[in-house]
């Protein structure tokens, strides 16, 4: 873990929508990414950058939400869903009495890293901003809010896509939707955020404005990596996730001297533990805790999930192992 912020940290993670674009009764943060829900990456992510204490913004089957992730973190139920500014100020009832840094972040941006959300708060606490937000440059631009700026560089607001004008459409600075505030300067702000907006909701851009209206220090800190701000919105944002957090675990292990003779025929999920000189034959299934030893060969056509495979192991086709393997075995 790294080390400990200056300033006390917490973490609110947007996670209350149903995902209407998923197409799916089940809410987007608990759609599967290689065994595990959206926002088991997110949460993994912050509190491997130092942030143990995180609040879940919940609505859509805010009960099944709770059921699946456990008591690990505090929960804030936002029972009409009414924007991403409303979901923070209901955080800020929870909230009243805490003096310090409040990361905010989308629950359904499973490639967030630690060393980035570190850098957020890092910069954030350097330069004792109010709030700072996590951006990108993208040209052109996807249809995401604009950072505007006036004539010295200073952020002034967000625009969102389809609110801009075609000059402000031209902008290649976008919103990542990802952000760190004081709280002391963010949480008076309950009850001055207004919905004079098309969909009737409270935007956090919205307490952008309000805070650089105020004259509070408002900074941005740029990301190139477009990968690490991808969201998830749709059943085919979700497969090519899957596709390339697939391809991120298989090259881990083939860095580390396991051979996948096809790599893309192999199903193999995040917390596996391969020994060197192992080798993956298409049509493996490997899931949950496995570990497996080295020298062994798996498949084809193997499922082995939760189990512990020694060394020396030859799997062979269409075997289901569920437990422990000892070394030199063969099925």
């Known amino acids: 873990m790294m080390q400990t912020n200056k300033r006390n940290t917490i973490a609110v993670i947007l996670a209350a929508g149903k995902g209407t674009r998923m197409k799916s009764d089940l809410p987007k943060v608990l759609h599967p990414l290689l065994g595990k829900p959206l926002i088991h990456y997110v949460t993994k992510a912050v509190m491997d950058a130092g942030v143990d204490d995180i609040y879940l913004i919940i609505g859509y089957k805010a009960e099944l939400v709770k059921n699946s992730l456990g008591n690990k973190y505090h929960y804030v139920e936002q029972k009409q869903q009414l924007g991403t500014g409303h979901a923070l100020m209901m955080a800020a009832e929870q909230l009243k009495n805490f003096a310090g840094d409040v990361l905010v972040l989308v629950g359904d941006a499973p490639f967030l890293t630690p060393v980035v959300i570190k850098n957020l708060i890092d910069k954030h606490q350097k330069e004792g901003a109010s709030c700072t937000m996590m951006t990108a440059i993208i ?176 799997i062979n086709n269409k075997s289901v192992i569920d437990e422990i393997a000892n070394d030199d075995m063969q099925t």
């Open 139 to 314: 040209d052109p631009p996807p249809p995401y809010g604009r950072i505007v700026r006036d004539n010295g560089g200073n952020v002034v607001r967000i625009v969102e896509d389809r609110d801009a004008t075609e000059e402000q459409k031209r902008i290649t600075e976008v919103n990542t939707s990802h952000y760190c505030f004081r709280s002391e300067d963010v949480f008076p702000l309950r009850g001055k955020i207004e919905n004079s907006n098309d969909q009737k909701e409270y935007y956090l851009t919205d307490i952008v404005e309000l805070l650089t209206k105020n004259k509070f220090p408002v900074i941005t800190i740029p990301e190139d990596d477009p990968d690490i701000l991808k969201g998830i919105n749709s059943q085919e944002d979700l497969r090519t996730s899957v596709k390339k957090l697939k391809n991120d675990v298989i090259n881990f292990h083939m860095s580390n001297g396991v051979l996948f003779p096809y790599p893309d025929l192999v199903y193999i999920e995040t917390d596996i533990k391969i020994g060197k000189h192992t080798i993956i034959h298409p049509f493996s299934y490997i899931s949950g805790k496995t570990t497996i030893g080295t020298s062994c060969e798996i498949g084809p056509f193997v499922t082995i999930k939760n189990a512990a495979i020694g060394n020396n192991c030859h």
